[in-house]
């Protein structure tokens, strides 16, 4: 039987929480904003194909791209004999700040562990999902992996017991993000940011940080708004991201809350709790934060559901 895997998009770090936040993302318009995979029994061995707007991106050998790599260990792990035909519909960019390999990954073992009528827990898939991740950035990092998989807005803890936990989100923010159409490697962008950090700027990333957490709690959206704050990347980051910082200026002058980089960027993200704004925002982003082909710009809230069978 044939199995259909989605899994959405989602900004890492939030802005106020740099490697310890994520939030995964779905246009209001109903769309799909992330990758797919379908998965079905073969005899032996993995089966891979590609297709969706965005496979030409990816590597031309099937062996070289994560979703087979996934397929590969997952069967080698569980010593598994049985072979299974895998196929990812790419509908994310690659190097875009929105969890595109997060998304290929959390959908592919996803999918592989739906398929074999779940050897893993939600805790055991989560890890194997953060180390795949991994690979491809360099790090472990779950702040795009955790809320693609579970939904919502995740705050990363890192402990033996737990890897994150789901805080509460402001159901009346709208969040127009706007991808334009260029790819920045996160490597890249990781390598801009300091060595080390002066003791204030430590601070304030703890202070922003724990009271956007509080303010979620209390439902207090104007203090969580006015925290949320990147003082940890985008200064480093801002002048790397064409048009990045005109684009904060001119989204503030129309009436939106707060702006700042979604992941390692260059899609931007910005808050808002007035629809017609975010429709405005949507609209001046498309007309002048676009630059390539491919390029795109909604108007999301926040997934709830996170990974799910379609």
Excluded at 37 to 51: D, K, L, N, R
Excluded at 89 to 96: A, D, F, Q, R, T
């Amino acid at each position: 039987m044939s199995i259909t895997v989605y899994a959405p998009a989602s900004m890492g770090n939030v802005g106020v929480g740099y490697d310890l936040l994520g939030a995964a993302l779905a246009p209001i318009d109903g769309s799909l904003l992330g990758d797919r995979v379908m998965i079905e029994s073969a005899e032996s061995g993995v089966h891979y194909s590609q297709t969706g707007a965005w496979a030409d991106k990816l590597p031309a050998d099937g062996k070289d791209n994560i979703v087979y790599q996934c397929a590969e260990f997952f069967l080698k792990k569980l010593a598994i004999q049985q072979g299974v035909a895998i196929r990812l519909e790419k509908n994310l960019p690659v190097g875009s700040g929105l969890g595109s390999s997060a998304s290929s990954v959390v959908a592919a073992l996803y999918a592989l562990n739906e398929h074999f009528e779940q050897p893993f827990d939600q805790q055991a898939l989560l890890l194997l999902m953060g180390e795949f991740e991994g690979m491809i950035s360099g790090s472990v990092h779950f702040d795009n992996v955790a809320p693609c998989y579970l939904g919502g807005m995740q705050l990363m803890l890192n402990t033996p017991q737990q890897v994150c936990a789901t805080i509460p989100s402001f159901k009346q923010w709208y969040w127009v993000v706007a991808y334009p159409g260029i790819s920045l490697s996160t490597a890249k962008m990781r390598a801009l940011l300091p060595e080390q950090y002066d003791k204030s700027v430590a601070i304030d990333f703890a202070r922003h940080l724990s009271a956007f957490v509080h303010a979620s709690y209390q439902q207090d959206a104007s203090l969580a708004i006015s925290v949320l704050k990147d003082v940890m990347a985008e200064p480093y980051r801002a002048s790397a991201i064409p048009g990045y910082t005109a684009a904060r200026e001119a989204l503030a002058e129309l009436g939106m809350l707060t702006t700042s980089i979604s992941g390692s960027g260059p899609t931007l993200f910005s808050v808002t709790d007035d629809l017609a704004v975010a429709e405005q925002a949507k609209s001046w982003l498309e007309q002048h934060y676009l630059s390539q082909a491919g390029g795109f710009a909604h108007v999301c809230q926040l997934d709830d559901a996170g990974t799910r069978r379609v």
